[in-house]
């Protein structure tokens, strides 16, 4: 089990108090009747999926109940850093290469 | 290849078992083949076999990472079904069943297909009208699925609780009789086998690291940790890894890779006749011929490539067996282990083109692609062979997350396997 740290709560919680929510800062089109096909698949059904560092988005469900992003490696699962919904996405530090799709 | 047999058994017997060649060879990459296959688990190396003996291309390699059969092929819990809701995955799923049966006489390696009957237990009022739906569904399309009653479950499964306080009451069952298991490993030495015995390259620990592709854009061969080694047409079969091979040829796939659990017992002498299975309480379980009770968890609910899993997953799998099959709370479990599978956003598999040229994908079979194995081996093979799909994988498209025509068996399921 995962150990996470709600950036809100400021705590390190079991993953049991989380619900994953997906790839992060993927922001839905404003115009959603208007953009193409090809651009709703990609807004809605193709994802990173990194082999390495990932952007992601978790819930404080059963806590502060709040959404928040994090970054964390998928090959150790370890956590690099969490933050607040809204934020950019943190600059991590160097030699964080993926062996696919580090953070574009 | 030499052909196992009663006979042969006997002398070799005579001879102290020395004389029983190598199953596959292990051979150098050649500098370039018709074919590439990445992945050398069942769909990779079925795909090999079907396209040296049903279309007639032998010079081929099958790339592997690590050892054949080391992905989710030797890792899952062996649960063959076809009684999935749509059209299109009765056309698929009962396409491989044909094939499972006799299975072991056309690769002359016994792959223990064993029909011993697949009950998917139902637990409120919701799962029954879901199970009911199926069993109409699979009727229409001439796929094999029948009601059961409480009771009707137990006589099928003595161990099963139906007591009506249990913390998960079944209220009824659905059963596919002609389901069952095989043996996982056989399945990936038996195509090898038979595949490497038609003159197919099996290469193992061998990575690929790139896709590599002309000025007009169509593959040229594939990076590997070996080289590189030239082919027209690769056809990638790498489950979990898919995304990442994709991305080589700069292909974004619609696919999210999750770990996903299993575990054993210690041995027992025989005890469950069947396999049983519940969506509601994720738990699957049936006794496999060593004796182990083989028990299948849930997914974890984020991404990941570590092929662990949280323990919180298998203890819960774990309370449900219990309720469900009380004679097994004194169990010792020996075994857990983890594979990564690749989910489609509609839970079903990817068998296809590319918009890539010379580039073809099987992927997409996420918590539930065993069962799959020779059906999908074989339209993949024809895939390959005449640059487009057969007629019955043709609805399993990349473009279908584009034009919407989904196959949604999350939305029917719930879950896969
Ligand atoms: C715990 C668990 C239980 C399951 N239970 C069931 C079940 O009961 N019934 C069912 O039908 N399905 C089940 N499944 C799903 C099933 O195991 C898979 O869908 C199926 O085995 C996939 O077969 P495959 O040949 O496509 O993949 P794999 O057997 O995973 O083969 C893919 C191969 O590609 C290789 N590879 C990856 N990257 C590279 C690279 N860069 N270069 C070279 N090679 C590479 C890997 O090493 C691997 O050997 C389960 C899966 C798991 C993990
Ligand atoms: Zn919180």
Request: hydrophobic fraction near 40%; proline fraction near 5%; glycine fraction near 10%.
């Amino acid at each position: 089990m995962l150990l996470i740290h709600c950036p809100y709560c400021n705590e390190e919680r079991p993953e049991l108090e989380f619900r994953h929510a997906g790839e992060a800062h993927i922001a839905r089109p404003t115009n959603i009747t208007a953009i193409s096909d090809e651009e709703f698949t990609q807004f809605f059904f193709l994802r990173d999926n990194p082999k390495g560092i990932a952007f992601e988005r978790w819930r404080h469900m059963h806590g502060c109940g709040r959404f928040f992003n994090a970054v964390r490696d998928t090959v150790t699962d370890k956590f690099v850093t969490t933050y607040e919904a809204g934020q950019p996405r943190p600059d991590l530090p160097a030699g964080g290469e993926n062996e696919k799709g580090a953070g574009k | 290849m030499r052909k196992y047999s009663i006979f042969a058994v006997a002398r070799e017997a005579m001879r102290g078992h020395k004389g029983w060649p190598q199953q596959w060879t292990s051979p150098e990459p050649k500098k370039q083949y018709d074919v590439i296959i990445v992945g050398a688990g069942g769909h990779g190396l079925g795909t090999a076999y079907y396209l040296a003996k049903e279309h007639g291309i032998t010079n081929i390699a099958v790339i592997e990472k690590g050892w054949l059969g080391g992905g989710n092929t030797g890792r899952n819990t062996t649960i063959i079904r076809s009684n999935y809701l749509y059209d299109e995955s009765a056309g698929l799923y009962n396409h491989a069943m044909k094939l499972w049966d006799g299975l072991s006489q056309e690769l002359n390696y016994n792959v223990m297909y064993s029909a011993r009957g697949v009950m998917m237990l139902t637990h409120n009022v919701h799962d029954v009208q879901g199970a009911q739906r199926h069993i109409h569904a699979n009727r229409l399309n001439g796929v094999q699925n029948e009601w059961l009653t409480p009771e009707q479950a137990k006589e099928f499964c003595p161990p099963l609780n139906i007591s009506q306080t249990a913390r998960y009451p079944v209220m009824g069952a659905a059963l596919q009789r002609c389901g069952g298991v095989a043996r996982h490993d056989a399945v990936a030495w038996g195509y090898a086998r038979a595949a490497a015995a038609r003159g197919v390259d099996i290469i193992q620990n061998c990575a690929v690291t790139g896709i590599r592709r002309s000025p007009s854009g169509a593959v040229e061969g594939v990076d590997t940790t070996r080289g590189f080694i030239g082919a027209k047409k690769v056809g990638v079969a790498a489950a979990g890894h898919s995304s990442v091979l994709m991305e080589m040829a700069g292909i974004n796939m619609p696919l999210e890779s999750y770990p996903l659990q299993a575990l054993v017992s210690e041995p027992v002498k025989p005890i469950f006749p069947c396999v049983v299975m519940s969506n509601t309480v994720h738990a699957y379980i049936s006794q496999s011929d060593k004796g182990e009770l083989v028990i299948g968890a849930g997914t974890d609910q984020y991404t990941s490539y570590s092929q662990t899993g949280g323990l919180h997953i298998l203890t819960h799998t774990l309370d449900a067996i219990c309720e469900m099959f009380p004679i097994f709370t004194r169990m010792k479990m020996l075994r857990s282990w983890g594979g990564i599978v690749d989910v489609t956003p509609d839970r079903s598999p990817i068998l296809a083109k590319t918009p890539v040229s010379g580039l073809y994908v099987n992927c997409g079979w996420g918590t539930g692609g065993f069962k799959a194995t020779p059906g999908s081996a074989n339209v993949f093979a024809h895939t390959i062979a005449n640059d487009a799909p057969h007629p019955i994988n043709a609805p399993f498209t990349l473009e279908r997350f584009r034009t919407g025509r989904l196959i949604d068996e999350a939305a029917a399921a719930a879950v896969a396997h």
